[in-house]
């Protein structure tokens, strides 16, 4: 007994605090939107029922209000002004926007629990002081009335883009901020990118009859709105033909000649439509996934967007085999907005590509919904967890999907955009904000390549095996929440028993760099001496493969060893772990260094090493040019 009790009291600290440690915040939002297509303008009453999981009373909320990022003066527009590479989608063309073609929202009324609440909105974010304070575990519901201006398509979001698509309807409702274990995220819509709160939504969108509408969520009124949703058929070529010969997106209907498009969304963090009058609407089944919709406006792309359905299909096949199952029952690609972006059950692209950048978008966003759609980390804090995730898997899938094999691996174009922008001196640490990044360049190649090579690296350090079972046991555990970094590396190091701080640490909040060389291969007596050197910051193990005369060859695996263990061996041998305050570590073969012909750190290009020129060393002095 006297050792009972206090291990059954730490036996039950333990299992309750995974479930302790972890809250987040839940929304319920139903909102009834009129489109008003003549002067692209919106009312909306939104209903939204809040609750509080957080261990904290709250005395204010914020929304965010995206639209208002389209106005000449905005923080949006003057960041781009300023910045030495500005986005050549945004530059400078929000500062010419005028009146009818600026992008606003704006609140008429706001209630919480049916009493007015004090608001007041700066730029792209509105602040309301509550008089009841919500306090932990409540639940409490807000009502709010609204209209807003839908901008001429800049950035994600708008209208009349540049493939003609009418409207691409992101980032278009006011959406209350998050709140997490770090606190309030009222982030100013500058460039990149979102945090939502889980919840459930329901839309019912009153829009003219002739436009065709695509969204996030599960229309509930398919049979009311025709266009394709009750039956899956596609329409033929001439069916189009004729239909598309004497459609206007026409200023004369009357505005009462509307159709209402209801639609619920359960457990998402985020809610898009896009509608067009012109929309093809294609759709294809994944066995035991996904029913694919896809939207585009028939025109010399269509050969393409009629092949796109068989890739995307076997894409999802892949993914839910290989990343863990993807958990809604619709996808939707959508043509709209201006490159691609994702959202919770579906994505919006722009449409002219060839065949294989059309399939690289849709792959690349669909992706998304496992990092950043499901495992929902802060895109604008940790960027790198879906952009960087998102780009690794991405060179995979289309290596399968197009029968390639880049070699030696799919990541090393990421690697030698990583290694450029290391040797430029304009890098900044992975853990930069998106919006903090002193140059767009530097951001993009920080999150999607760096971050690629981060995963790539970490099947170097732990085993393709114990990465490929970590990542599906990290959609496993983080599926509809918020993970961290630390989330991610603690399960990688459960996964492998490998502790992996040291290479978190260096990769994500440095700027540190891989520089390992072979200082000297002696021989003494039978044996040879090789001498490793550390010539960069970044530590990491090493694989050091040794070629002798004989033709035949063996690899060295050296781990840190602060690493505690070391990957799955394979074919390799196992050398001393390095300490690595030590600058250089040395390894002693019971061979002859007459036998040795060549030895070589990390032949497989593996590791990001920025100077792979004393990689290699030959007998003879002979020094192969560094690749
Ligand atoms: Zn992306």
Known sequence: MRYLIPLLMIMFQTSLSGQICYWQQHVDYQMEIDMDVDTHQLTGTQTLEYTNNS???????????????????????????????????VADRISKLQPDEIGFLKINSLLQDGIEVEHFTTGTILEAK??????????TSFDMEFHGQVPLQIRRSGRDNAEGVSYSMTQWYPKIAEYDYMGWHPTPYVGREFHGVWGDYEVKLHIDKSYIVAATGYLQNAEEVGHG???????????????????????????????????????????????????????????NGPKLHFFYIADSATDNWEKLPEYTVKAFAYMNENY????????????????????PMGTLITG?????????????????????????????????????????????VMDYLFEERSEPHPQINHFNAYINLARSNKEEPLSTHADHFNLNAAAVTAAYSKGA????????????????????????????????????????????????????????N?????????????????????????????????????????????????????MRNHKPLGDMKLADPWPWTY?????????????IESVEIDPGKQMADVNRDNNYYGSHNKKKQGG
């Open 55 to 89: 261990p904290d009373t709250l005395y204010r909320v914020f929304y965010h209000l995206y639209f208002n990022a389209f106005q000449p003066g905005s923080m949006m527009d003057i960041r781009s002004l300023n910045i030495e590479d500005p986005d050549s989608r």
């Open 510 to 562: 440095t700027t540190k760099t891989i520089d390992y060389g072979i200082q000297s291969v002696e021989g003494q007596d039978n044996q040879t001496v090789i001498v490793l050197e550390r010539d960069g910051d970044m530590v990491m193990p090493i694989d050091l493969q040794v070629n002798y005369t004989s033709g035949s060859s063996q690899t060295f695996n050296v781990p840190l060893r602060m």
């Open 130 to 139: 509550l008089s009841k304070p919500i306090l932990p575990g409540a639940t």
């Open 324 to 343: 863990g199952q993807y958990p809604y029952q619709k996808y939707s690609v959508i043509q709209g907005g201006d490159g691609g972006m994702e959202y």
């Open 453 to 508: 090579v981060f995963l790539r690296q970490l099947i170097y350090i732990i085993g393709e095996n114990n990465f490929k079972a970590g990542m599906l046991r990290y959609f496993d555990q983080w599926k509809f929440k918020h993970p961290q970094p630390n989330d991610f590396k603690r399960i990688m190091e459960k996964e492998s028993g490998i502790i992996l701080s040291w290479y978190f640490e260096q990769w994500i």
């Open 352 to 396: 002219h590509r060839s065949l294989k950048s059309l399939v690289g978008v849709t792959v690349h966003e669909l992706i998304h919904s496992w990092y950043q759609g499901v495992l929902a980390n802060n895109e604008s804090l940790y960027p790198w967890m879906d952009e960087g995730f998102t780009s690794f898997v991405s060179e995979e």
């Open 583 to 595: 600058p250089t570590h040395q390894l002693v073969l019971d061979i002859p260094s007459d036998q």
């Open 229 to 287: 949703y009750d039956k899956s058929k596609s329409k033929s070529k001439s069916e189009r033909e004729s239909e598309g010969k004497g459609k206007s997106k026409s200023k004369s209907k009357s505005r009462k000649d509307k159709i209402t498009w209801h639609f619920k969304a359960p457990m998402v963090h985020d809610f898009m439509w896009a509608a067009d009058p012109d929309y093809q609407h294609v759709t294809a089944q994944v066995t």
